[in-house]
């Protein structure tokens, strides 16, 4: 979950780009996905995945690896 975060700090990114750049499959992308929009961590507007607000401000005063997720 850390890894999507982190790639999606990059910008929006469709689910394709996300399980192939990660080396993940498909189904389990698709899984974490609900499972960090549930968080309300990330959102799909669209055809793409972003992180949401809140996502952007506990990124940007913690480090990736001390996020409780």
Do not use: F, N
Request: hydrophobic residues 45%; contains cysteine; aromatic residues 4%.
């Amino acid at each position: 979950m850390r890894a999507v975060l982190v790639k999606l700090k990059d910008g929006r990114q469709p689910s394709r780009a996300l399980y192939r750049g990660l080396g993940i499959k498909a189904e389990l992308c698709h899984d974490i996905m609900h499972e960090l929009a549930a968080k309300k961590y990330v959102q799909k507007p669209g055809k793409e995945w972003l992180l949401t607000e809140r996502a952007m401000i506990l990124l940007g005063g913690t480090a990736i690896t001390q996020l409780e997720i």
